[in-house]
């Protein structure tokens, strides 16, 4: 990185302070604002290793397996915060937990052999005659890092390669596979035949079979051909046909499909075009697999891809470092696939821990350059958790809990997260504009300007009780702003809030609550910066 700022003639911002550091990493690792505490102990530490020491101590934190659960949640699933298949939730959850490296998880989902990570192919063969398509294109997005259904119908418009047969190759892995009701449940079956047919430009039919994005394909065995019925010896009389041909044969299964309407079991296949697409591109070897596990996290860390957008890594799209690509993509896989490993080495470097302030008068540096920190809207479920925070819940919550929930960062987590359920489904519902990029909306202001469910959600919060209960004036008001913002107010936010609360001696309360309002509600609070 520096190489390329001394090339390209850009000057980096300078290195993060102690308070935007510790509120930015507490955001992407287990996703909230530091309490007042925390970032008060780590401004005051004096230790030269703090910061390399908070980030193993976040990721080793119960906290981080909850926060990243939803980030892989909305990753994978599209769902807002806090919702979504609570089977699949856990089974994200509980491999962030056993730290299951990122190759191992790919092919658990791409195996669908578990209830939790089967949900992922699941929920879009669900879609009736679009799953199909929704399965080849997120499998193609997720995993491997490109959009292949511009070739659905056509050549793709900026990679000369990838023309319609590539599409439906990527598609023939998963055209055997359905979904089965077994006993109450849905499991995700696949056949041992069955070929895809689609319609060229040139209006011709085509069946073809498995082939990658690379234009590898898939070698089958040759399978029986079925019998066909004998010609008739006797045109006058035509022979009795043959006796049905069942549309399975058990002797191509490893566990052969029931015939009866209600399944006992989930047939499988000896020869699994999914799982031989799980072994061929879910490892070390295969270029898309792991720079596209890479640059996901590096643009959820930094807030901007290596390549962008992250489905979108084609000879038409470079990327903005590509020997930084190519260099974190193999140290991944090296380390087998470690997912803290990788992020520990994200938050440790330089780039990351830039600030996102840049000297006045000086033009920012272009995004591409990560020159300088960007200035990321926080998720909802960051926002929801960083409400609860700010408006002293949590700290609330840590009072009155047991000593072993209150030493247990996770546990601690999951009582918020349970106790306060409802009001984090009331700010997601009203503050998130359901759109990928941040987009604030009419919606957004008045739900925190004149809605009592946000006013009251502010008031309850612990908080503003505490601040109006403090006598000093210039007290309250740092308190305030290390609660909520995580630094100190500057001299001028201290007069101005001074003069405030000078002017409403005679309800002090009110006064409280309202900064705290003024705070949560302002841009510096919204973003991650």
């Known amino acids: 990185m520096s190489a390329a700022w001394a090339r390209d003639k850009v000057k980096p911002a300078a290195l993060s302070d102690d308070a935007e550091f510790v509120r930015r990493i507490y955001l992407d690792l287990v996703g909230r604002i530091p309490a007042k505490n925390e970032v008060q102990q780590f401004v005051a530490d004096r230790d030269p290793q703090k910061r390399s020491k908070l980030i193993d101590q976040l990721l080793a934190s119960g906290e981080f397996a909850k926060h990243w659960r939803e980030n892989l949640n909305s990753h994978f699933m599209g769902s807002p915060a806090f919702s979504g298949d609570g089977e699949w939730r856990k089974w994200l959850e509980d491999s962030l937990k056993q730290n299951k490296q990122w190759d191992v998880m790919a092919r658990e989902i791409l195996a669908a052999n578990s209830p939790g990570a089967s949900q992922f192919l699941l929920s879009r063969f669900a879609q009736g005659d679009s799953g199909l398509d929704n399965v080849t294109r997120d499998v193609s997005r997720y995993f491997f890092g490109v959009d292949i259904q511009c070739s659905r119908c056509h050549k793709h418009p900026e990679v000369e ?12 892995y998963f055209n055997r596979s359905y979904p089965l009701p077994v006993k109450g449940k849905t499991f995700l079956a696949e056949k041992a035949r069955g070929e895809v047919e689609y319609t060229t430009k040139a209006k011709k039919i085509t069946t073809i079979g498995p082939m990658f994005l690379t234009g590898q394909k898939l070698v089958e065995p040759i399978l029986a051909a079925k019998p066909a019925a004998k010609p008739a010896a006797d045109k006058a009389k035509p022979a009795p046909a043959p006796p049905p041909m069942p549309m399975d ?98 938050a440790n470097s330089r780039v990351y821990q830039l600030s996102s302030r840049y000297p006045a008068g000086s033009p920012r540096p272009p995004e591409q350059t990560l020159a300088v920190a960007a200035i990321r809207p926080m998720t909802m479920h960051q926002l929801g958790m960083s409400l609860l925070v700010a408006a002293g819940y949590h700290d609330e919550l840590k009072t009155k809990t047991d000593a072993a929930t209150r030493a247990d960062a996770g546990l601690l987590r ?74 100190s107010p500057s001299a001028e936010e201290a007069t101005r809030l001074g003069e405030y609360l000078k002017a409403r001696k005679d309800r002090r309360a009110a006064a409280s609550e309202q900064i705290v309002w003024a705070l949560v509600t302002s841009s510096e609070f919204r973003f991650n910066h």
């Open 414 to 487: 999951a009582k918020m997260e349970s106790q306060y359920a409802a009001a984090l489904q009331t700010m997601v519902k009203n503050l998130d504009s359901g759109s990928e990029t941040f987009q604030p909306g009419v919606r957004e202001a008045l739900f925190e300007t004149n809605s009592p469910a946000f006013a009251d959600f502010v008031a309850n919060g612990g908080l503003a009780k505490w601040l109006a209960g403090i006598k000093d004036d210039g007290a309250l008001v740092q308190d305030a702003f290390a609660y909520v913002l995580s630094r």
């Open 249 to 346: 044969d058990p002797a191509e299964y490893l566990v052969p499909p029931e015939a009866a309407k209600e399944k006992t079991r989930v047939p499988v296949p000896k020869f699994s075009r999914r799982r031989k697409l799980i072994e061929m591109a879910i490892n070390g070897k295969d270029p898309y697999f792991k720079r596209a596990a890479v640059n996901y996290i590096w643009q959820q860390l930094v807030g901007r891809g290596l390549v962008e957008p992250i489905d979108q890594m084609h000879e038409g799209n470079p990327p903005s470092h590509p020997e930084l690509l190519a260099f974190l993509a193999e140290d991944f896989a090296a380390h087998q696939f470690d997912l803290r490993y990788l992020i520990r080495g994200i």
């Open 161 to 172: 390669l990838w023309k319609q047969e590539y599409y439906w190759g990527m598609a023939a």
